[in-house]
Nanobody, 123 residues
Framework: VQLQASGGGLVQTGGSLRLSCAAS????????MGWFRQAPGKEREFVAA????????YYANSVKGRFTISRDNTKNTVYLQMNSLKPEDTAVYYC?????????????????WGQGTQVTVSS
């Protein structure tokens, strides 16, 4: 699976962005999909994940209620709608695919990664 993330940019506090992750290669609909982020000097952290059929979604406490993950298997694309953005959301955001049969918020459990897209929230 090849993943291509896009949609990052510069936004003011309280603003919104929608990230997209286009997948190609193997059957996209078989995978859990996740978003992670990494700020300078910090470890990569889990943001959100979605089950292969979209029935279940999972969020880090820091983004719950502000971010929404979704997927369109007909377009092989997963999205991350980010609202009420804060400066602490500034990071490079990565999408990832997990071949496993259960949800995980550990980066090591994901098998494929996109290249990342920069999100910067100004105060």
């Amino acid at each position: 699976v090849q993943l291509q993330a896009s949609g990052g940019g510069l936004v003011q506090t309280g603003g919104s962005l929608r990230l997209s992750c286009a997948a190609s290669g193997r059957t996209f609909s078989n995978y859990y999909m996740g978003w992670f982020r990494q700020a300078p000097g910090k470890e990569r952290e889990f943001v959100a994940a979605i089950r292969w059929n979209g029935d279940n979604t999972y969020y880090a406490n820091s983004v719950k209620g502000r971010f929404t993950i979704s997927r369109d298997n007909t377009k092989n694309t997963v999205y991350l709608q980010m609202n009420s953005l804060k400066p602490e959301d500034t990071a490079v955001y990565y999408c990832a695919a997990d071949r496993g049969y259960a949800y995980s918020d550990y980066a090591r459990d994901y098998d494929y990664w996109g290249q990342g897209t920069q999100v910067t929230v100004s105060s």
